[in-house]
């Protein structure tokens, strides 16, 4: 059996990943959707790494699953415990010593986002529109769920940090893109992956929040990851 810790993006809330859980428990795993601190202003990236690995404990055979802006902290879980395979999903990939604010202007992606809109036909909103961006493809109930929740507060420390490691772990990793995301498209994704870490970027279909749209096919993408690298009797 092995455990999938599943790391959510900005806002840090465990619920982005609760329709994910059920379809990985069905599969015989063990499934830890963690909580960051994000809120916290006093809580950085090595703060909510220290979260992850106290989840973890001495659990071995550990796929680590980050979403968005979960790239920034998983790799350092990485560098402290035995993590199997770590998978980036729809994530930010830093470099040594920037931040995770710096990202943004340096990855291009404000261009990257304007420019698929346009391939797509769709004039961006004036102001940031989290549904526009992130629930386009979510179905109308999950949606409302998540608008009832209210939007998860996220502090700007963890942004405001330079990345700390030297370089990206040894740890297996894999990159996995959802088709539909507006917020990182996928030529922008292929591009700073193929630049930063030089790996591929597999798709799927699903925007920013895939784990909401399509828990099911993510499911079996995460499973195909984690029979190819760690084998298919560790279930």
């Not at 428990?25 to 809120?39: C, N, Q, S, T, Y």
């Not at 950085?44 to 973890?56: F, K, S």
């Not at 830093?94 to 990257?112: D, K």
């Not at 304007?114 to 179905?139: I, S, T, W, Y």
């Amino acid at each position: 059996m092995s455990t999938y810790v599943l790391v959510p993006g900005a806002g840090g809330s465990a619920w982005f990943w609760h329709l994910l859980v059920p379809e990985l428990e069905a599969r015989g795993h063990e499934v830890i959707a963690v909580d960051l601190p994000a809120a916290d202003e006093s809580a950085g990236l090595t703060e909510y790494a220290d979260t992850i690995v106290e989840a973890i404990g001495d659990r071995t055979e550990v796929i680590l699953v980050a979403q968005s802006m979960g790239g920034l902290s998983a790799p350092l879980v990485c560098t402290r415990v035995p993590v199997a395979l770590l998978v980036l999903l729809n994530a930010m990939v830093p470099v040594p010593g920037e931040t995770g604010g710096a990202w943004w202007a340096n990855t291009g992606q404000a261009q990257a986002m304007a420019e698929q809109a346009a391939r797509e036909g769709r004039e961006l909103p004036a102001k940031f529109d989290p549904e526009d961006c992130f629930f386009h493809d979510v179905a109308p109930e999950v949606t409302a769920e998540a608008l009832a929740r209210g939007e998860d507060s996220q502090s700007d420390r963890a942004f405001q940090e330079p990345w700390p490691l030297e370089k990206w772990p040894d740890t297996p990793t894999v990159f996995l893109q959802g088709r539909d995301d507006r917020l990182f498209p996928l030529p922008f994704q292929r591009r700073v992956v193929r630049e930063r870490l030089n790996i591929p970027v597999d798709d799927m279909p699903g925007g920013h929040l895939v784990a909401l749209s399509r828990p099911k096919e993510l499911a079996d993408r995460l499973e195909a990851y984690r029979i190819r690298h760690t084998g298919p009797n560790v279930s």
